[in-house]
């Protein structure tokens, strides 16, 4: 469920008893298709089943536990408009609907959630970490890592390597500086220095031109010439514009990490430890193609609401919500240790991939990184941080 032609996909749950011991979960996955730009490069062209695949897979994981205890799944997948979200939306709430692993924009999100109260969302591709904080709802749980999550992964190892003194090169639109926020706040979180930034202007034109590269070689280092002294460049574009390109276009020879070079992600086709190597061999059994993060967000959804509907053996969509809330829920995710939730704010715990396009260079929380808690809260906002009030009560 998520990206890439800025996919935004819906799963939908509905449970409904059939009898006294058998449990039926009839799911449903829901991608809206945001018109944008194509990728720079066409490695990262979106699959046409990105999402539904990854859906497809958990419920055959679900089923399989489920027959066991006279469960049962059924998946019914679906796209649509973003205009028409909503409208999907309360169709299905209407025939009995009641827990949705939606992915969409963080605008589209707050709007379905807020028009049907009564109804569980999980957001599986939504970054924004204001939806985990301000904006934050108590009928949604967040699978999808927080771009706090995603920046603080990318401080850690910085501070591991002692690569201290920062070059932030930003883009022009808002999302771009949103993100370069959350890099400036992790730097102060983790006692490193910000010693230079430049903002690159997004002046549209074409962005895979034949030629596109040779005014990408002069033009690059130019705009990022003569910095102040750095160890690493951190790259803050959420809007695909620049940041491929800066690898080797530098001005000085430095690493480069964050939108381009080493890349912090939920999941990615080289993962083969903890188990991965027979979870992406079932995957491309199944969809004959690469998982990719959109994929594996929306299987790890849709597995947290099966396993808990084996722990509690309920369908009910409150009784599954404050079970996977509760220190009782944990769920293997192909990572190196289980996932859980924060109760204060919704947020799947997760550890973060640091990818560089072939392998897993790292895996963040990084050692060392210490929590009363558990480490992965040294990922995102912490309880202390959190302004979510949301969630105040549940256990």
Same mark, same amino acid.
């Given at each position: 469920?998520?990206?890439?032609?800025?996919?935004?996909?819906?799963?939908?749950?509905?449970?409904?008893?059939?009898?006294?011991?058998?449990?039926?979960?009839?799911?449903?996955?829901?991608?809206?298709?945001?018109?944008?730009?194509?990728?720079?490069?066409?490695?990262?062209?979106?699959?046409?089943?990105?999402?539904?695949?990854?859906?497809?897979?958990?419920?055959?994981?679900?089923?399989?536990?489920?027959?066991?205890?006279?469960?049962?799944?059924?998946?019914?997948?679906?796209?649509?408009?973003?205009?028409?979200?909503?409208?999907?939306?309360?169709?299905?709430?209407?025939?009995?609907?009641?827990?949705?692993?939606?992915? &969409? $924009?963080? +605008? /589209?999100?707050?709007? %379905? =959630?807020?028009?049907?109260?009564?109804?569980?969302?999980?957001?599986?591709?939504?970054?924004?970490?204001?939806?985990?904080?301000?904006?934050?709802?108590?009928?949604?749980?967040?699978?999808?890592?927080?771009?706090?999550?995603?920046?603080?992964?990318?401080?850690?190892?910085?501070?591991?390597?002692?690569?201290?003194?920062?070059?932030?090169?930003?883009?022009?639109?808002?999302?771009?500086?949103?993100?370069?926020?959350?890099?400036?706040?992790?730097?102060?979180?983790?006692?490193?220095?910000?010693?230079?930034?430049?903002?690159?202007?997004?002046?549209?034109? &074409? $962005?895979? +031109? /034949?030629?596109?590269? %040779? =005014?990408?070689?002069?033009?690059?280092?130019?705009?990022?010439?003569?910095?102040?002294?750095?160890?690493?460049?951190?790259?803050?574009?959420?809007?695909?514009?620049?940041?491929?390109?800066?690898?080797?276009?530098?001005?000085?020879?430095?690493?480069?990490?964050?939108?381009?070079?080493?890349?912090?992600?939920?999941?990615?086709?080289?993962?083969?430890?903890?188990?991965?190597?027979?979870?992406?061999?079932?995957?491309?059994?199944?969809?004959?193609?690469?998982?990719?993060?959109?994929?594996?967000?929306?299987?790890?959804?849709?597995?947290?609401?099966?396993? &808990?509907?084996?722990?509690?053996?309920?369908?009910?969509?409150?009784?599954?919500?404050?079970?996977?809330?509760?220190?009782?829920?944990?769920?293997?995710?192909?990572?190196?240790?289980?996932?859980?939730?924060?109760?204060?704010?919704?947020?799947?715990?997760?550890?973060?991939?640091?990818?560089?396009?072939?392998?897993?260079?790292?895996?963040?929380?990084?050692?060392?990184?210490?929590?009363?808690?558990?480490?992965?809260?040294?990922?995102?906002?912490?309880?202390?941080?959190?302004?979510?009030?949301?969630?105040?009560?549940?256990?």
């Amino acid at each position: 469920m998520r990206r890439c032609v800025h996919i935004l996909t819906a799963a939908v749950l509905v449970v409904t008893a059939t009898a006294a011991t058998a449990v039926e979960v009839k799911l449903g996955m829901v991608r809206v298709d945001y018109p944008t730009l194509r990728p720079i490069s066409r490695l990262d062209e979106t699959p046409s089943d990105s999402g539904f695949s990854g859906a497809q897979l958990a419920v055959q994981d679900n089923a399989t536990t489920g027959q066991f205890l006279g469960q049962t799944y059924r998946l019914d997948t679906r796209n649509t408009m973003p205009e028409n979200a909503l409208e999907v939306v309360r169709k299905l709430t209407s025939q009995g609907v009641r827990i949705i692993a939606l992915s &969409a $924009r963080p +605008a /589209d999100l707050l709007a %379905v =959630a807020d028009a049907q109260t009564d109804t569980l969302f999980l957001n599986v591709s939504a970054s924004a970490t204001h939806l985990r904080a301000g904006d934050c709802r108590g009928n949604v749980l967040h699978i999808t890592p927080s771009n706090a999550m995603r920046a603080d992964a990318v401080a850690q190892f910085a501070s591991v390597k002692r690569w201290k003194r920062w070059f932030l090169v930003h883009g022009s639109n808002d999302v771009d500086r949103v993100m370069a926020d959350e890099y400036r706040r992790s730097a102060i979180k983790f006692g490193l220095d910000i010693a230079d930034e430049r903002e690159i202007l997004d002046t549209g034109g &074409a $962005r895979r +031109a /034949d030629t596109g590269h %040779v =005014a990408v070689q002069r033009q690059i280092p130019v705009l990022v010439q003569n910095p102040s002294r750095h160890d690493v460049v951190i790259a803050a574009d959420a809007s695909d514009v620049f940041a491929p390109y800066l690898p080797f276009h530098l001005w000085d020879p430095r690493p480069t990490m964050g939108a381009s070079g080493l890349r912090p992600v939920s999941f990615n086709p080289a993962t083969e430890a903890w188990g991965g190597t027979q979870f992406q061999s079932r995957f491309e059994k199944l969809a004959n193609r690469y998982v990719t993060e959109a994929d594996y967000d929306a299987w790890l959804g849709l597995r947290a609401v099966g396993e &808990a509907v084996v722990r509690t053996g309920s369908n009910d969509p409150q009784v599954l919500r404050d079970f996977m809330l509760s220190d009782a829920f944990e769920l293997a995710a192909f990572k190196g240790q289980p996932v859980t939730f924060r109760d204060w704010n919704g947020q799947m715990r997760q550890p973060i991939l640091l990818f560089d396009g072939r392998i897993n260079a790292s895996v963040s929380p990084q050692e060392g990184f210490l929590h009363q808690t558990s480490p992965l809260d040294t990922l995102g906002l912490d309880r202390p941080e959190s302004p979510c009030t949301a969630f105040e009560g549940d256990p």
